[in-house]
């Protein structure tokens, strides 16, 4: 009996060591830049880890002090958890789906379109009143002036490996004939294109490109691509949540087993 509850106790401690990546996940995502303005996915990530860290240490617990109703819990709650997070990195994985780069001739850069991400993502970011929240989060960050510091040369900036915010929010699109002065800084052609994106930027710093699809394009793409990494990290956990979880179930199951056992051989030599 000692020696089920002392592995119980282990196992509820590793499900305990599980949460440290999910909300080291959720606390990542709340240092990048696209993440910290749109803020959907970093809090149920971080509370998700924080509640197997509790549920873990209540099954740790009442494997030690011997209380069957507090690991009964233990086994309710996981399992609830297990299908909680399972839900999650099917929704992220299918969320961020579809979403493409596309080459730019005589450019290293990739620029986006908004049309190519799913209509979740989009809807969090169409509407005026939810991206003008985030368009001016961006512009308060230095996402944008920092490439002035880095790229001097029109050469250099053209074979730059931009993230999908920079190439988005930083710049005009390149169809749309703008000439280089610097990365910030751009000179519109003689015959502008009165369309889309292109009527959208400004040399004012504090408006630039942020108003156009492209950045709402290019920030969805950079959240996808985040998401996929903290996604890969949850599944990871899952796994090894699910095992642990059998391993529990086991244990705890041997444990009530051994304890019947115990009762009968007592009472079968008190007779």
């Known amino acids: ?6 592995l119980i106790a282990g196992i509820n401690f590793a499900a305990m060591l599980l949460s440290i990546p999910i909300i080291a996940a959720g606390i990542w995502l709340t240092t990048q830049t696209d993440n910290s303005c749109v803020k959907l996915l970093q809090w149920p990530v971080i509370v998700a880890g924080i509640i197997v860290l509790l549920i873990g240490l209540t ?6 002090w011997r ?3 507090l690991l009964l ?4 709650a996981m399992l609830l958890v297990i299908l909680f997070l399972t839900a999650l990195v099917i929704f992220i994985f299918v969320v961020t789906g579809g979403g493409s780069e596309r080459a730019v001739p005589n450019r290293i850069y990739k620029e986006y379109r908004l049309e190519d991400y799913s209509g979740w993502l989009r809807r969090r970011v169409e509407s005026s009143e939810k991206w003008d929240r985030i368009r001016t989060c961006l512009s308060s960050t230095s996402t944008c002036s920092e490439l002035n510091q880095t790229y001097r040369l029109a050469q250099d900036f053209f074979y730059a490996s931009l993230t999908p915010l920079q190439s988005g929010c ?4 390149t169809d749309c004939g703008y000439t280089f002065v610097n990365p910030t800084y751009w000179i519109s052609p003689i015959n502008p294109k009165i369309e889309g994106d292109c009527m959208q930027w400004s040399n004012d710093q504090t408006q630039l490109c942020y108003a156009c699809d492209s950045c709402k394009a290019g ?5 996808s691509r985040e998401w996929r990494r903290a996604d890969l990290i949850l599944l990871l956990a899952l796994v090894a949540l699910i095992f642990i979880y059998v391993a529990g179930c086991f ?6 087993t051994d304890k019947l056992f115990s009762q009968y051989k007592q009472g079968y030599y008190n007779s």
């Open 59 to 64: 099954g740790f617990v009442g494997a030690l």
């Open 251 to 256: 244990a705890f199951r041997a444990s009530k």
């Open 67 to 69: 209380l069957p109703s």
């Open 170 to 173: 930083c710049k005009p699109p």
């Open 73 to 76: 819990f233990y086994l309710v």
């Open 1 to 6: 009996m000692a020696l089920s509850n002392t």
């Open 219 to 223: 920030l969805l793409a950079n959240l």
